[in-house]
Nanobody, 119 residues
Framework: QVQLVESGGGLVQAGGSLSLSCAASGRDFSIRAMGWYRQAPGKQRELVATCIRDGSTNYADSVKGRFTISRDNAKNTVYLQMNSLKPEDTAIYYC?????????????WGQGTQVTVSS
């Protein structure tokens, strides 16, 4: 069983910054990719940023230049630094993990953390 524990988030004024972290724990698994998705009220869940094991990253156009994803492989933890936040960034942010656990590849989701940006 692989579990994800998220932390961070909260309320911030527009232009401010917040950071999120997500730690994966379990036995006998290998991380393929970790990332963040978000879901705003009435909208579908969307990709925010991902980081695969070789360190390469991918961002949604809406957050490029403002958000930074990073990973600590030794701690199985992914971080999301969010700067210059906008009201439209308000959403529940979910950590996503793609991992190998013999003989399959699976996906796990965090419990979600609320990010609210006031104007």
């Amino acid at each position: 069983q692989v579990q994800l524990v998220e932390s961070g988030g909260g309320l911030v004024q527009a232009g401010g910054s917040l950071s999120l972290s997500c730690a994966a724990s379990g036995r006998d698994f290998s991380i393929r990719a970790m990332g963040w998705y978000r879901q705003a009220p009435g909208k579908q869940r969307e990709l925010v940023a991902t980081c695969i094991r070789d360190g390469s990253t991918n961002y949604a156009d809406s957050v490029k230049g403002r958000f930074t994803i990073s990973r600590d492989n030794a701690k199985n933890t992914v971080y999301l630094q969010m700067n210059s936040l906008k009201p439209e960034d308000t959403a529940i942010y979910y950590c996503n993990l793609e991992f190998s656990i013999f003989p399959t590849v699976r996906t796990a989701w965090g419990q979600g953390t609320q990010v609210t940006v006031s104007s």
